[in-house]
């Protein structure tokens, strides 16, 4: 890493009473400058904890939302304010209502890949690696509105066998995930493990030996007596899994599961946003955040 830059990063960092968090996908350059690195949950519980004034926020738009959404006093940087979620964009408000009024007894289940105005409608909110925990503590009787995610919305019902609706959103980057392509890991590592993310399509994941979220995998990775991993999400992850792991072997799926979004993020940006040259502030309407707010808490109270 270049030493000039870094050194920067940390005075400015300092000046600022800032903290820097990055998402498992964000390049290794990035993860390696953060104070956090972690998936959606785990940044969600250290952005609800961080002491720090000022948080910068290395990920995509709907992260560093509900960031801000947790932290109504502080101030939130996107580096990247173009980092978007396509998944997130395929949902709205609107179309949350009129799905809540086709179903009215149903709990909502929001995945936190989604934007604040839906968070806002829903009951409560859910990651990957604690979808599951949720929607089984929902009272068995009680009917979910799974939005926005239809893989991971399946997958949780195919293990809970819940009474589910789900919206017909995807992420662009892990529906790219085929089973030709678990074929050929498993040919050509037939001693790997393969884990996979439930974002990736039903077709593929029963092909996998673990259906697991980015820090499911982290975790499982470090406490697994196996040595070699084939790695079925976002490319990024693999620099958290070596970096933390050094002593065991990881590959992806195939080299073409990247998402663009998160590629954005760089040192420069990350230096531009703490000196006030670059990024943007991330700010949501009070009224939004206030209701958004619940859902997530819901969320966090309801994982511990
Ligand atoms: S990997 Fe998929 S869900 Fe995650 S930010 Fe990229 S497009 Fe959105």
Known sequence: MPTDIVEKILRLKRDRNAVILAH?????????????????????????????????????????????????????????????????????AADLAALKQQY???????????????????????TSSNALAIARQVPAETGILFVPDKHLGSWVQEQTERVMVMWEGFCPTHVRITPAMLARARSEHPHATILIHPEAPRESRVL???????????????????????????????????KRNPQKRFSCVDESITCPNMRRG????????????????VTVPQDIADRARGSLEKMLAMSG
């Open 24 to 92: 498992t996908y964000q390049p290794g350059e990035v993860q390696d400058i953060a104070d956090f690195v972690g998936d959606s949950y785990g940044l969600s519980v250290k952005a609800a904890e961080t002491p720090a004034e000022v948080i910068v926020f290395c990920g995509v738009m709907f992260m560093a939302e509900t960031a801000a959404i947790l932290n109504p006093a502080k101030e939130v940087i996107i580096p990247d304010p173009r980092a978007g979620c396509p998944m997130a964009d395929m949902i709205t």
């Open 208 to 242: 996998a030996d673990q259906v697991l979220s980015t820090g499911g995998m982290c975790a499982f990775a470090a406490h697994s007596d196996a040595t070699e991993f084939i790695i079925g999400t976002e490319i990024g992850v693999l620099h958290t899994l070596r």
């Open 104 to 126: 009215p007894e149903y709990a909502v289940l929001c995945y936190v890949n989604s934007p604040a105005e839906v968070k806002a409608l829903s009951d409560i909110c859910v």
């Open 266 to 281: 760089s040192l420069d940006k990350v230096e531009k946003a703490l000196a006030g040259e670059g990024g943007m502030r």
